[in-house]
């Protein structure tokens, strides 16, 4: 670290203090504005995800409905790719301020938008900004605080997910409720006004480092952007035989994405990146398959809850979020299991999924209500029962130099998972019936959307079992 990046107070924390430490007067106004920041992302994804089915309702665009997450994950991973260097040459607060800005000004495209082909642009503004702001917040953790406190920061910033459960579908159902979606997003971009305003007065100004930025790896990144857009075009492909060519030409992406990572200077994946020789590659095949598997939950339950079951966008939206809570409820429970317990939970977390997934589908289309919000909290309990697990197998197996970015991968990855399965999620949907206005076809999507997903939860299944093997060898 150098000189101009060290923490103020860093000799003067003592251990015993804990928690308090982070009480101190000079940290407050810097801890807040860093959960501000992510908590005004998190909600925004439970906020989007309830008044979804009201911009389809004034906009139309159902076939595009998983277009908004594909376009802001895509567009957060280049972000994430790019803030180390742009924090390198402009300094991370710099960095943090114009991400805060972005992102509302990405909201404010989605609040006059006049077809649903603007709330993407919309939303791909927003996770340009949100990328951007998500990765240089760890590094103003590292800047700010002593190391004795950074394990407690970055916990704090997760939890904040777990308040979005309760803000975002309350903010977005009760704009939603009196029919005015697009008030939603200003209200957004007006917290990301002073959110920025905030961080420029109170964040700690940096110098910037005098040794070259590194490159940005422009190759790597437009390759996973590729492989994304062309699993989104798959959605809305009228011919099977295009269908398949973009589903071929993304996996081909990502695959000449791996393969360039492997020699290049800067990884921006470990090296052993889905190797099957390794417990850091399996544990990557893990988070994909996790994610891809959780995906569908945010874009399409919503919608389902309304139209099929009369729940109104405020009952939908803490619907759909209780999955995001019993991920948070049951990693928090599971944190501390030893022994043979976290490789068992690592299979046994997406058995629960798939099973959950299965009683969705036969719910969604006519069964009780309440028993379909049950198992879409057993959905959360899944994944967040094996995740934290999945996770410290990743960093505790990473190669030798390979630490760093190991541990970025997870969330790289994770954004991966979110994108491909929204994508996917949007092409069973379409193909399901969901373009029809008939109830009898969406029916039949709130089927086959859950069912389908089924397949990749059996495929984590067996990834699970396998990194259970290869590390007991």
């Not at 989605?110 to 240089?136: K, N």
């Not at 959950?356 to 959905?379: C, D, E, K, N, Q």
């Not at 960093?395 to 954004?415: F, L, R, W």
Request: overall charge positive; glycine content about 10%; proline content about 6%.
């Amino acid at each position: 670290m150098s000189g101009a990046d060290q923490p103020s107070g860093s000799d003067h924390v003592p251990v015993g203090e804990g928690w308090r430490a982070l009480l101190r007067p000079e940290w407050i106004p810097t801890l807040a504005i860093l959960l501000g920041g992510v908590l005004m992302q998190s909600m925004n994804v439970l906020l989007l995800t309830t008044v979804l089915p009201s911009i389809v309702g004034e906009l139309g665009g159902v076939t595009m409905l998983s277009w908004p997450a594909t376009g802001y994950l895509a567009a957060s991973i280049v972000a994430a790719s790019c803030a180390g260097m742009l924090a390198s040459a402009a300094g991370a607060r710099t960095v943090y301020c114009a991400g805060v800005t972005i992102f509302g000004v990405g909201a404010l495209i989605a609040s006059v938008a006049t077809a649903m082909g603007w709330i993407v642009v919309g939303r791909l503004v927003q996770g340009f900004g949100g990328g951007l702001e998500v990765a240089v917040a760890y590094v103003l953790v590292r800047a700010t605080f002593p190391e004795l406190l950074w394990s407690r920061v970055i916990a704090l910033m997760s939890s904040s997910w777990s308040a979005s459960v309760l803000l975002g579908p309350l903010v977005g159902g009760m704009f939603a409720r009196f029919g005015n979606w697009r008030a939603a997003f200003v209200a957004t971009a007006i917290i990301g006004a002073g959110l920025a305003l905030g961080a420029f007065f109170i964040l700690p100004s940096r110098a910037a480092r005098s040794a070259p930025p590194p490159r940005v790896p422009a190759a790597r990144v437009a390759l996973i952007c590729l492989a994304i857009a062309a699993t989104s075009w798959a959605t809305v492909a009228a011919s099977p035989l295009a269908r398949l060519a973009l589903i071929g030409a993304a996996v081909g992406a990502l695959a000449v994405m791996l393969w360039l990572n492997r020699s290049a200077r800067v990884p921006l994946l470990p090296r052993d990146a889905f190797s099957w020789r390794t417990p850091t590659g399996v544990g990557l095949w893990q988070v994909l398959l996790l994610c891809v598997t959780f995906s569908p939950l945010h874009i399409y339950m919503a919608i389902f809850l309304q139209q099929l079951h009369g729940l109104d966008p405020l009952a939908a939206g803490f619907s759909v979020a209780t999955g995001s809570f019993a991920w948070t409820i049951a990693s928090l429970l599971v944190a501390g299991a030893s022994g043979a317990w976290p490789d068992r939970l690592i299979w046994i977390g997406p058995a629960v999924m798939g099973l959950s997934l299965a009683a969705m589908a036969l719910l969604a289309p006519h069964g009780p209500t309440a028993l379909l919000i049950g198992v879409t909290a057993l959905l959360g309990a899944g994944i967040g029962q094996c995740w934290p697990f999945v996770a410290h197998h990743i960093m505790d197996n990473a190669k030798a130099g390979n630490e760093v970015v190991a541990a970025s991968s997870v969330p790289t990855v994770q954004q991966m998972g979110f994108a491909l399965g929204a994508a996917f999620a949007g092409g069973v949907a379409n193909a399901g019936g969901m373009s029809a206005a008939a109830d009898d076809a969406m029916m039949q999507a709130a089927f086959f959307v859950p069912a389908s997903f089924v397949v990749p939860a059996i495929l984590a299944v067996l990834v699970g079992l396998y990194l259970q093997r290869l590390r007991q060898a």
